[in-house]
DNA sequence: CGGACAATAGACCGCTTGGTTCAGTTCCGG
DNA sequence: CCGGAACTGAACCAAGCGGTCTATTGTCCG
């Protein structure tokens, strides 16, 4: 009780975590079987269920942590005095980058493929990973607003077009394999094009 | 060999498709057990297989039918006459529609979850649809670009925004059960959005 | 009307799965 | 160095899986 442990009851926990989360991302929640998981984990069945109840549960905490992982890698808004341009565009580049991952598109895939079997695993998605950077933009746009950086009417929708902008073609073609990789010059055209368009809607300097 | 059938061998063929639809798209491919599929094609395993040799090829086709289904419903641009604003709300109203309907979802879901183990249900799922969307957007745009109707320097981006604006929350909601429905008002609202910002960007009036 | 043959239903097979059990081993604080 | 808790490995179970096989039904042509 002293140390690091209250809820685990044992020193494999972290391993079976770590077994479960390798396998359960390369292949889904059917395509993962346990064995698999001891065996990836270098742990024996009777460990793994003494941790978890079933395999259902295991899954669950696996998919919640890397939702919170997701959540630590997502976008802030520290530096609010430069101008939107330039905050943006360090924003959007979080976002592109998250969503041309290995690591967001096996989360992404895998929080799809079960969402509807765990509707849970779909909302902690949505929590920690489109829903957080909504919130945050959302706050930084209110901000921006407020300084008369920007002029936006929608501003729910604005944060919604932005995110969106900088995923374009970035996350789709990732997720079906027809880019293996996007260079970091190629997010940038796409984030500097989200900018661009971004600013001629909602700059103050066009308003129609 | 007179009446319809030609490639298809029995007249249950249709039963057999049909039913694999229904419970792949519900179920997903692991979630699907060929007893279900049999039962709810009203049809014997023995029937199935003489079909299909196995489970597989079965998903395969019935995943492809439904890319082919998702192309007839893509966007079309005929009526190029008009002004952009009215033809990019028209398409963009189709582009929302198919994101958050019951039947796109289903698709996009099995399709992503699959991607890995079926990289032919990827390419395919993205040709006929993020794909084929984009494509005909170009067209479309070029066509109004040497009309002197936009001014557009990189139309592949200008394409994918469009498209990913119009997709603009409804799709990700609607994929994590965060909205049940979406209704036309507010789907329309997001493709007005989408609209004013392309053209605010991409309008031959404002050139900076 | 009858016989040949394809289509069918569903019992059946071998195998993998998630989950349990238990006798024995390792680890660690006191 | 001891005692108890954590861990192991393998064997084991029932259930469900994809796929096959056979006995029966239905159909069509002479």
Do not use: W
């Not at 270098?42 to 919640?64: I, N, Q």
């Not at 943006?88 to 998250?98: F, H, Q, Y």
Request: hydrophobic residues 40%; aromatic residues 10%.
């Amino acid at each position: 009780m002293t140390t690091t442990a209250k809820v685990k009851r044992g020193r494999k926990f972290d391993q079976v975590i770590e077994g479960a989360r390798r396998v359960f991302l390369r292949d889904g929640f059917d395509g993962a079987s346990v064995d698999d998981i001891t065996r990836e984990a270098g742990v024996s069945k009777a460990t793994l269920y003494s941790y978890f109840p079933d395999k259902r549960l295991l899954f669950l905490e696996v998919a919640k942590g890397e939702c919170r992982r997701q959540a630590e890698t997502a976008v802030e808004f520290d530096d609010t005095d430069s101008a939107p341009e330039t905050v943006l565009t360090i924003a959007g580049r979080r976002i592109a980058e998250l969503a041309s991952s290995d690591f967001g598109r096996s989360v992404f895939r895998v929080c799809v493929a079960e969402a509807e079997r765990f509707p849970e695993i779909g909302h902690e998605f949505y929590k920690s990973g489109p829903g957080l950077v909504r919130q945050r933009l959302i706050a930084y746009l209110e901000g921006a607003v407020a300084r008369g950086q920007l002029a936006i009417d929608d501003i729910p929708l604005a944060a919604a077009q932005f995110a969106e902008l900088c995923r374009a073609e970035v996350h789709v073609r990732r997720l079906f394999h027809l880019d293996e990789t996007f260079s970091a010059k190629r997010r940038d055209g796409i984030v500097r094009g989200a900018v661009e368009m971004f600013m001629s809607r909602y700059g103050v300097r066009n308003r129609d």
